[in-house]
């Protein structure tokens, strides 16, 4: 089964089978989230909907999702990490709970093929709950669902087999909040069996072992907790699922290969490295293939993406430079002559550009910002071997011959020298490397740069604080006086929010002056003044446009969507949250107007 089937099969059973209604996936670049850098999950754009807010499809959602995780970037190039990948997810909010989640997930997964289903064998399956602490119970609830299925709860000391139920701490069988406080709950999760013999530890660690002999493919979460500010665990107002399956894993499980690397995601990418790097696969060189698969496949849709970035030194723009940056050494490793990456690029846009048309959009942005970053990695590369040059003499005088570890750390981190590469230059120039030196101070690094990660998640996922819904009030009204001032070619192009301030991203070629700012802050103060009340109804797109509204017409929440009007000032598709009254915003002051990009600009701005 080709993933293209997986994926509709999904979609159609939740749909026809199960009465949910298909959204579009969002941008993997979150809106309004300013504590993710990339959409990691399908329910990270949902949140306000778990909280409770209506959404306007209804209870019963389905959708595939675009995903980067970057907490692992540095173990891909084994056969299973990946940091772009695709999940398939199905929610509740608030209607159906863990008795018909789990029926659902057992059937989609071992109803026949024919029958829309993917014909997985039960028992080859294996599941785990939460085994219960302090904060919530054990959850024999969802394990007496799968009992009813045919499942048995594992005795402890017995041997793993299919058919079992295993019980999990918080660790494993528990998702959320995915920041410090929001919603999350015990999840159960399906696990395959891949065929592999057991290791010695299989027995004692259950489905979850390490050697992955059974591999985790679906996740369904009960969110039915909060997570509070001080820690504790408070009963949701309504309880939801929230389900996550990886497609890459359940294609390659169905088609009986070992590794996402080997189905059609991924095949004509690998050929294509193998041919210009003009050399058959090894063990060795498999690792750099997969890396430059994978990085350059999660590249391509962080830069074809509605608000995709470029590579930058900061947030998703560095992200991104890195990914690119090891592809292209791994590229010169294999012995890939230069400018490759854009040729990459052009498979997997053709693969996906019918799921995911805004690859074929920014096709030219993607091939663009590839190449010009090639380039500059290349003159880098070129510094790089200037600096090696420049230390050479130095080194050569003392009587080690040792090139030290903080060395070869900074050809790597200024200039991207993969330490390979250093040593091999280091031996032709007669010294050695220190690797063990290298290895400490790039774990130093990677320490202090996981800081920086966790200080990034520090604000909680989607963070509806007060002043962020305030700020996002904030944003409508500057949106609107943009319009005004500057002429309908404005359009909304990104939006950040902190607690501290809102980040615009619009269309509009000059550089705005003093007089136009003016004019746009006097606009949104006036408003605030008039103490405007914030309405939210719900109606088709096509309505919304009838009625005048600005915003993101695509149908991100299928026909139906939420328009919220600020008294008789503007009209805005928007999934909310928003305050009540302008006025309690207070006042608006614009920090910064500056270029974003071609064409487009960046206001700062604060409230209050
Ligand atoms: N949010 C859960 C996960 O990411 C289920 O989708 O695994």
Known sequence: MLAKEVRQRYIDFFVNKHGHKQIAGASLIPENDPTVLFTTAGMHPLVPYLLGEKHPAGKRLVNHQKCVRTDDIDEVGDICHLTFFEMLGNWSLGDYFKKEAIEMSFDFLTCPADKGGLGLDSANLCVSCFEGDKDAPKDDEAAAVWESLGFKRHTKGKPLNGGQIWFYAKKDNWWGPAGQTGPCGPDTEMFYDTGKPKCPLCDTKGPSCECRKYIEIWNDVFMQYNKNDDGSFSPLKQQNVDTGLGLERVVALLQGVKSPFETELFKDAIDKIY???????????????????????AAVFILGDKFGVAPSNTDQGYILRRLIRRAIRHGKKLGIAYNFTDRIALIYIDFYKDVYPELEEFHEKIITELQNEEEKFMKTLIHGEKEFEKMLPNLLKNKEKILPGRLAFKLFDTYGFPIEMTEELAKENGLKTDKQGYIDAYKKHQELSRCGAEQKFAGGLADHSEATTKLHTATHLLHKALIMVLGDHVAQKGSNITVDRLR?????????????????????????????????????????????????????????????????????????????????????????????????????????
């Open 504 to 608: 615009f991203d619009f269309s509009h070629p000059d550089k705005m002056t003093d007089e136009q700012l003016k004019k746009v802050e006097n606009i949104v103060n006036e408003q605030i003044k008039r103490a405007l009340e914030i309405k939210c109804e719900e109606m088709t797109v096509s309505e919304a446009k009838e009625k005048g509204a600005i915003g993101l017409f695509e149908s991100k929440y299928g026909d139906r969507v939420k328009v919220y009007t600020v008294g008789d000032f503007s009209m805005e598709i928007c999934g909310g949250p928003h305050v009540q009254n302008t006025s309690e915003l207070k006042s608006f002051k614009i920090l910064k107007e500056q270029s974003s990009s071609s064409g487009i600009r960046r206001i700062k701005a604060v409230i209050g």
């Open 275 to 297: 041919e210009l790097a003009g050399i058959k696969g090894t063990d060795e060189t498999a690792i750099s293939v997969r890396i430059i698969a994978d990085h350059l496949r």
